[in-house]
């Protein structure tokens, strides 16, 4: 298990998860500007031909009688700070997801107000970088809903989530972009088979964006920010294992 674990590690750094380049030394490497770029470049061209493969195409959607007996919390199991903490033994009752940046309307919206709106509710499988999967069942308002009340401007090409948790000494946070931000199956999910998602899973909120491997699915949602560009936010690359890591951006399956 540890050799699978290193290898996806080291392919989904070079963005071509299940491709045939494996690279020995990648995390030195990686320090490289010139062997860097040339990673980057590579990303690129794994988000171009996925989407020229699967434009439009949905996550397989599974039965009821899949669902996984056991589902494991992925990356940080508690959210952080004493405001989370005091939301969270209140059961979010007063708490407000922020969503905000380059829109028309700045949005505070309450927990109530999200389950209020139209629903999507899908059995879909989680793929963790790890190498272990499991299927679950999520429930909430599709993201471009969300976008569309705010009002999201034409010039925003990414959505941020800025997270609760703190995963090593940095706050965890991800990005997609605006075509997976309006793919139909990319929810906001405040319910995991038919229950509020406890701490471990990311109450009150979490990212699903389902063509994508788990270090996508932000847990802990707290804020959606609309931008042009991912330049100054954090490390610039567009999420947490991005930055620290070397993760792919664009970590499509």
């Known amino acids: 298990m540890s050799q699978l674990i290193l290898s996806r590690r080291a392919l989904i750094r070079t963005g071509v998860l299940g491709g045939s380049l494996l690279l020995s030394g990648c995390d030195k490497l990686y320090q490289q500007p010139a062997f860097r770029s040339a990673l980057e470049s590579g990303q690129d061209l794994h988000r171009v031909t996925q989407r020229a493969l699967a434009d439009g195409a949905l996550a397989r959607e599974f039965r009821v009688s899949d669902i996984s007996p056991v589902f494991r919390a992925n990356g940080s199991r508690e959210g952080a700070g004493e405001d989370y903490k005091r939301h969270l033994a209140q059961g979010f009752d007063s708490w407000a997801l922020r969503v905000d940046g380059l829109v028309a309307r700045p949005l505070d919206l309450p ?88 701490e471990a899973h990311g109450a009150p909120l979490r990212l699903r964006v389902e063509r994508q491997l788990g270090y996508k699915h932000a847990k802990f949602v707290m804020r959606i920010e609309a931008r042009e560009t991912l330049e100054g936010v954090y490390g610039g690359n567009g999420g947490y294992w991005e930055d620290r890591s070397g993760y792919a951006w664009y970590a499509g399956i």
């Open 111 to 198: 927990l109530n107000a999200l389950r209020a709106m139209p629903q999507r509710s899908q059995i879909t499988r989680h793929d963790c970088v790890e190498g272990w999967s499991a299927i679950g069942q999520w429930q909430g308002p599709r993201l471009s809903d969300l976008l569309q009340l705010a009002g999201v401007s034409p010039a925003a090409k990414y959505i941020v989530f800025h997270c609760a948790d703190i995963y090593g000494g940095a706050p965890y946070y991800e990005s997609i972009d605006m075509v997976d931000a309006y793919h139909p199956q990319t929810i906001l999910a405040w319910e995991m088979n038919g229950r509020p998602l406890d």
